[in-house]
């Protein structure tokens, strides 16, 4: 079982940046899309940003385009989120999970920010922003 190590959370004042990083203790092909979700508490999980480990190709949440930036190391057991211009109501725990399968398309049903699609999760890891 492939286990995912997240690290790089903290706090940072708004407006502040924060980057997170996700390794998996061993490089599988599987692994078709990697993301970042984020949880605050009492409320539901919420898709970040994904990547395609195959090329790279990202999705956004519409609530962080053009501040977060998701990204991958080439051995592509690492994943990055770059946090820029961070606002007080994105403090949350932040997760990576990973999306394991073996089909041909990158096609994910219900969209690849959908944690129901990914089937190993990080342990999370707290980002605080202060006011």
């Known amino acids: 079982q492939v286990e995912l190590v997240e690290s790089g959370g903290g706090s940072v004042q708004a407006g502040g940046s924060l980057r997170l990083s996700c390794t998996a203790s061993?490089?599988?092909?599987?692994?078709?899309?990697m993301a970042w979700f984020r949880q605050v508490s009492g409320k539901e999980r919420e898709g970040v940003a994904a990547?395609?480990?195959?090329?790279?190709?990202?999705s956004y949440a519409a609530s962080v385009k053009g501040r977060f930036t998701i990204s991958q190391m080439n051995a592509k057991n690492t994943v990055y989120l770059q946090m820029n211009s961070l606002k007080p109501d994105e403090t949350a725990v932040y997760y990576c999970?990973?999306?394991?399968?073996?089909?041909?398309?990158?096609?994910?049903?219900?969209?690849?920010?959908?944690?129901?699609?990914?089937?190993?999760w990080g342990q999370g890891t707290q980002v605080t922003v202060s006011s």
């Open positions: 999970a990973a999306m394991f399968r073996n089909v041909a398309t990158k096609y994910v049903q219900g969209g690849v920010l959908n944690e129901h699609a990914y089937n190993v």
């Open positions: 061993a490089f599988t092909a599987s692994i078709q899309w």
């Open positions: 990547i395609y480990t195959g090329d790279g190709l990202t």
